[in-house]
């Protein structure tokens, strides 16, 4: 007979979501996103990913302070 074995290998990744209409009160998700960078580099410490995007929907996003991304941050 014949034995065929397929195994494929899916690059598990967390993405957080930032709209200028979200609510950091939100998951982060495409339908919950956050409102502000601040918090989405806030849920990167605490994926159960390593790997993580932050995904910005379209919109001008207002900085009240210089953002910091290092790595004590992430």
């Known amino acids: 007979g014949l034995l065929l074995s397929l195994t494929v290998y899916v690059k598990a990744q967390t993405r957080i979501y930032v709209s200028t ?3 950091d009160l939100h998951a ?3 339908a919950a996103p956050l409102a502000t960078l601040d918090k ?3 849920r ?3 994926a159960p990913q390593k790997e993580v995007e932050i995904l910005l929907r379209k919109g001008v996003y207002y ?3 210089t953002l910091r991304i290092n790595p004590a941050r992430i």
């Open 40 to 42: 989405a580099l806030d």
């Open 28 to 30: 982060g998700t495409l």
């Open 63 to 65: 900085l009240s302070q």
């Open 21 to 23: 209409t979200g609510n």
């Open 44 to 46: 990167v410490k605490t």
